[in-house]
């Protein structure tokens, strides 16, 4: 699995050299994982590219993911359902 993550429940794990990194939904397109200091953020977006794109993979839809450090010392951001 290296490292891959595995979803169960809405977590993701990812293991690292120091423990494991649970990913918790935010929403369908976002993710967050506690980390020291406040929370990594992660997104995911379809993107649809052309034949004539960058990516020189042909015309089609792509995954594009991003992450973000957001600081919250105190843990108080709370996900409301």
Not at 22 to 47: L, N, P
Not at 49 to 70: A, I, L, P, Y
Request: charged share 25%.
């Amino acid at each position: 699995m290296g490292n891959r993550g595995r979803r169960a429940s809405g977590l993701y794990r990812l293991k690292l050299s120091g423990g494991v990194m649970h990913w918790e939904d935010i929403d369908d397109w976002h993710q967050r994982a506690k980390v020291f200091g406040g929370w990594i953020v992660k997104t995911h977006e379809s993107v649809y590219h052309t034949e004539n794109g960058v990516s020189g993979g042909g015309e089609g839809w792509d995954w594009r993911v991003s992450t973000c450090f957001v600081p919250d010392p105190e843990y108080k951001w709370v996900i409301k359902k």
